[in-house]
Nanobody
Framework: QVQLDESGGGLVQAGGSLRLSCAASGRPFSRYAMGWFRQAPGKEREFVATISRSGSTDYADCVKDRFTISRDNAKNTVNLQMNSLKPEDTAVYYC????????????????????WGQGTQVTVSS
């Protein structure tokens, strides 16, 4: 298991930007596919973006072309650059890690990710 700690959340106006960061420790970071998920009150946790061990990315349609996920294995971090934020992006954002031997694959299913951060709140006002 890997320990995850998110940061960078906050309150922004619609159209603004935020950069979330996730610091990992405890296990070899490079062995994990990484993902960002979010959950609004009363809603299910939903997929936002993932990045494989090799750097391949996958995005939910609602954030594609606005959000960018990246990783730095040397620094044991994964980031989520969020641009053109909308009120509907408001949620608690969670960093997650999935141990895998695959270099290229990732998953959109939260249940496949074994390690989770505690979340960071992102609030986008109109």
């Amino acid at each position: 298991q890997v320990q995850l700690d998110e940061s960078g959340g906050g309150l922004v106006q619609a159209g603004g930007s935020l950069r979330l960061s996730c610091a990992a420790s405890g296990r070899p970071f490079s062995r994990y596919a990484m993902g960002w998920f979010r959950q609004a009150p009363g809603k299910e946790r939903e997929f936002v973006a993932t990045i494989s061990r090799s750097g391949s990315t996958d995005y939910a349609d609602c954030v594609k072309d606005r959000f960018t996920i990246s990783r730095d294995n040397a620094k044991n971090t994964v980031n989520l650059q969020m641009n053109s934020l909308k009120p509907e992006d408001t949620a608690v954002y969670y960093c997650a890690a999935k141990r895998t031997i695959s270099y290229a694959e990732a998953s959109r299913r939260p249940a496949e990710f074994g390690s989770w951060g505690q979340g960071t709140q992102v609030t986008v006002s109109s």
